[in-house]
């Protein structure tokens, strides 16, 4: 018999827990599986534990138990569990299972009762037991050999752990729950005895009932609150207490005829793991599976599954460390259809497979992640699944192999590229376009007709990341060779030509193969959906290119003023720094969450409005927001001074150390597939949050400067999602305010205050503002009157008025509400589709946050899909016309383009008349375009 104790899962207990106390997490399907990530990580955790030890993890069986016949009212209280809970018991069931650990649920008793047989049998025969619960009524099997850990809190409890947590030892916690009684499992108790007069009998008269019982004379002298009255109401209650005590009694003699050494668990079945991680979307879980499987293949020379030792699963992390030292690590066997070229002869061969081919995988290898800096380090292709091969060009560690000439090499495909009857597949394509653009021998890329990242975006922007690691995992159920196996990671990580070829080539050939694999994968998804596959080839394809251009374009900055600015910007925060410490009257850290705490709670007494997950006051921005808006003055300066820290370390200082030294200019990356509506993001810099209301902010877009000779024209799209509003919404208030070309702003003020339109002041139409553009993104009365500053009352008055006048946006609302609940998903006018999982959800806040996302999605998405045509549409005519000038920043709704003087007229009515004329709606898409030396003068 092994001397390791015997370890017993409460699995019910832990379940309810789990879902209780951790944040919801839902698939891409909107299938809730946070209780079962909850408990499995609790499972795993204990397992580390407990390496060597039995292990049972005991659930509740279905149906009811011995104690409903005693007591009909057992558990009578307790509400139905959850659908959202009942539909993770069975997958966490199968996950538990396929992890190899021995699963109990027996009929006619509770979880409790199987777990107390076993550890009294476990104790009778002189082994430990560890129980892991978080139910107090296990307390009363613990003994010598039995401890109670709860993983969750990290509390273990011996007799002495009991005797202080709950004031008696194991022995009497029987007692104490039977006059307490438990609401949540209902056992009634006896009525009017707590917590404090049951530890007051049970230690005043030194035992449990029947002592109690024997002695109901002494209870009167007790030192207890209503003593004098509480033997009469112990009499009373006799057999309630008698009852109840059956009832909290945990059985020990449930038959079950196990050996306590048959619990050890077994073998994992990895494929049904890798298959339930798949539907419960536990990325990194699967991902780790997969690789074991992989690796264990490669290094066996074949493609077969090697099932790791189940203790290999308890060891898992998010992420597998990196080797320290990746370029000395021997190599694992690459699939037999990768190749490193390195001699012409397969160059050769494999440049008439690529003029053959119909379609091209490529991807290009480089020495770092900016597009516009990182130098070309070698390319891969694929033409066909399971084949690859890469040419590396620039590899420079001692001893690497001859390389073919880079420029050579590039000359001959330069042909193949650059043609745009030959159609080519990338992922995230637009980084590549750039690095050849950039190349010795720049190559100007065309005929890409697909990108898988694109193409996953398209298919479900809210599925996975689109990142090639998770679309293989996802898709594929491959797990690709990571960078930082390869390179390591951290301040001695590689950069790409400094890795060994055995290593790099079939990591660069494994990007080919897994690009076109995915491709013809989610294409064929993509082509069952028509209208999805139009916004791929109309709008994400097509805006590829454009991008990339307007990247390497670049825009330029004036330096010498953003180092003005940062000046006087850190000369208002030491003046800020100096009031925010007169105002405490001490000197601290502004940047000092419990520093700031103490001054704000404990000094200076203010309110606190939210809590830490810690439970300490919280110092977080929009904490400070509320209390400043409160007029507290310390919060105000606070507020004033993290703006302006954050402008001036996000642009004013870091700006000029982004300019490009070999173009002097800053070139900004342009994400498509990150926002879910399909908005685009920048970054590096990200010139989607400067500022425009503020002055700090605009003297920033001051600094994005015409060349000379050229001037900057932006052209924005007036009130585009209001109008788009009106479009889907049908409403003629709407439609015809904007069709007769009246401020809707103004006209919903006229509306919604009932004064005439010439007589709406300036705060009415403020107010109007904040109504119609709040109702957009889901605004309850009670935003719209913090927004305003009225009642929420009053705000609510505001919003129905609003809706009586506007009926068709209330129409809206509510058909886009059950379209998404039916379908699950809402479209833009264009058909692109975002999905919302948690539409059905019986969680109420995730419901209606789903809800407002379904209204606002189709407006925020069309007014994204509309600027994307713009920007493909001006794209086309700049490049046919010759004319000099260049689009150089998008932003939001704006096309900011950079033209030469005396072509600023004639660009400037064309490119209102190409962005009007992006969507056909049933009012007029408005335009306002703007000419400046700057970025700031022309908006």
Request: hydrophobic residues 45%; proline residues 5%.
């Amino acid at each position: 018999m092994s001397n390791a104790p015997l370890v017993l899962v409460d699995g019910s207990s832990y379940l309810y827990r789990a879902f209780h106390a951790l944040p919801p997490l839902t698939t891409s399907k909107g299938l809730p599986t946070g209780a079962v990530k909850g408990v499995l990580n609790m499972l795993k955790s204990l397992r580390k534990q407990y390496p060597d030890s039995p292990f049972a993890v005991v659930f509740d069986a279905k149906g009811g138990t011995f104690r409903d016949a005693l007591f009909a009212e057992y558990k009578a209280n307790r509400p139905s569990m959850p659908d959202d809970l009942r539909v993770q018991v069975e997958p966490l069931h199968a996950s538990v299972r396929a992890l190899g650990f021995p699963l109990l649920c027996v009929d006619n008793v509770e979880a409790d009762d199987v777990i107390g047989t076993l550890a009294r049998q476990c104790a009778g025969e002189g082994r430990d037991v560890v129980i892991s619960t978080g139910d107090k009524d296990m307390a009363q099997l613990v003994c010598p050999h039995v401890t109670l850990v709860n993983t969750m809190t990290g509390s273990v409890y011996d007799i002495d752990g009991v005797k202080e947590k709950f004031g008696v030892g194991p022995e009497l916690i029987i007692d104490y729950l039977a006059l307490m009684g438990d609401k949540v499992d209902n056992i009634p108790g006896v009525p009017g005895v707590g917590e404090k007069t049951a530890l007051g009998l049970l230690v005043g008269l030194g035992g449990g009932l029947d002592v109690i019982y024997a002695n109901l004379d002494q209870v009167a002298g007790l030192p207890i609150r209503g003593a004098k009255t509480l033997a009469a109401k112990l009499s009373e209650h006799r057999d309630m207490a008698y009852l109840s005590h059956e009832l909290a009694t945990i059985k020990l003699d449930v038959p079950l005829n196990l050996e306590i050494d048959a619990l050890h668990p077994g073998a994992a079945d990895v494929p049904t793991l890798i298959e339930l991680y798949g539907e419960l979307e536990f990325k990194s879980w699967r991902d780790e599976l997969l690789r074991q499987n992989q690796g264990q293949a490669a290094k066996a020379g074949k493609v077969a599954s090697a099932e790791p030792p189940a203790a290999d699963l308890f060891s898992l992390t998010a992420s597998a460390a990196p080797p320290a030292q990746p370029a000395s690590v021997a190599p694992a066997a690459a699939p037999s259809g990768y190749l490193t070229i390195l001699e012409q002869a397969q160059f050769d061969s494999w440049l008439a497979k690529l003029e053959g081919a119909e379609l091209i995988a490529f991807d290009s290898e480089t020495t770092g992640l900016d597009a516009q800096q990182a130098q070309l380090v070698g390319l891969s292709f694929a033409v066909t699944a399971g084949e690859a091969a890469y040419i590396p060009l620039a590899h420079s560690y001692m001893g690497v192999p001859a390389q073919l000439d880079r420029d050579q090499v590039l000359a001959a495909l330069k042909p193949i590229l650059e043609d745009p009857r030959k159609a080519k597949v990338g992922q995230h394509a637009k980084y590549d376009i750039n690095i050849l653009a950039n190349a010795s021998t720049p190559i100007q890329v065309q005929g890409v007709a697909f990108d898988t990242m694109l193409e996953s975006y398209v298919l479900d922007s809210t599925a996975t990341r689109h990142d090639m690691d998770s679309l293989a995992l996802k898709y594929l159920d491959h797990s690709t060779i990571r960078f930082e196996d390869i390179a390591g990671k951290g301040a001695k990580q590689l950069t790409f030509d400094q890795i060994a070829l055995e290593l790099a080539g079939p990591y660069a050939a494994e990007d080919a193969d897994v690009t076109l694999r995915l491709h013809q994968c989610l294409w064929a998804k993509l082509e069952a959906e028509p209208s999805l596959a139009k916004v791929l080839r109309e709008i994400e394809m097509p805006l590829v290119p454009v991008l990339a251009r307007i990247e390497r374009q670049g825009a330029l900055v004036d330096a010498k003023l953003l180092g003005q600015h940062s000046v006087e910007l850190g000369d208002k925060l030491v003046a800020l720094e100096r009031q925010a410490f007169d105002i405490a009257g001490e000197e601290f850290n502004l940047s000092s969450p419990k520093q700031l705490g103490v001054i704000l709670y404990d000094k200076l007494g203010l309110p606190i409005i939210s809590k830490t997950a810690k439970g300490q006051a919280s110092t977080a921005e929009a904490v400070l927001a509320e209390l400043a808006e409160q007029d507290f003055e310390l919060p105000k300066v606070l507020m004033q001074y993290r703006t302006l820290s954050k402008l001036k370390s996000t642009y004013t200082d870091r700006l000029p150390e982004q300019i490009n030294p070999r173009t002097g200019r800053i070139h900004t990356s342009y994400h498509q597939a990150v926002a879910a509506t399909g908005r685009l993001s920048s970054s590096d810099p990200n010139l989607q949050n400067i500022p425009i209301r503020t002055a700090e902010g605009r003297r920033i877009r001051q600094a994005f400067v015409a060349p000379a000779g050229y001037k900057l024209l932006a052209a924005d799209y007036s009130q585009i999602e209001l109008r788009i509003m009106a479009h889907l919404a049908h409403d003629e208030g709407l439609l015809d305010a904007f069709r007769h070309g009246r401020d809707v702003h103004k006209a919903t003020a006229a509306e919604v205050f009932g004064v005439p339109l010439d007589e709406v002041s300036s705060d009415q139409r403020r107010s109007a503002k904040a109504i119609n553009f709040g109702l957009i993104y889901g605004m309850s009365a009670f935003g719209l009157a913090k927004q305003i500053g009225c009642e929420r009352k009053q705000a609510q008055a505001y919003i129905d008025v609003y809706f009586a006048r506007y009926p068709g946006v209330l129409a809206y609302m509510e058909r886009t509400r059950e379209q998404a609940a039916e379908q699950g998903y809402v479209e833009t006018l264009f058909g692109r589709r975002l999905y919302l999982p948690e539409i059905r959800s019986s969680n109420q806040g995730l419901r209606k946050g789903a809800e407002r996302t379904a209204i606002n999605a189709p407006m925020q998405g069309t007014a994204a899909d509309i600027i994307k045509r713009a920007m493909i549409a001006v794209d086309n005519w700049l490049s046919e016309s010759g004319l000099d000038a260049k689009v150089i920043l998008q932003v939001h709704d704006e096309l900011v383009l950079e033209v030469r003087e005396d072509l600023v007229e004639q660009v400037r009515e064309r490119i209102k008349q190409l962005m009007s004329g992006a969507a056909e709606l049933a009012v007029p898409l408005l335009v306002e375009v703007g000419v400046g030396d700057n970025w700031d003068e022309a908006h």
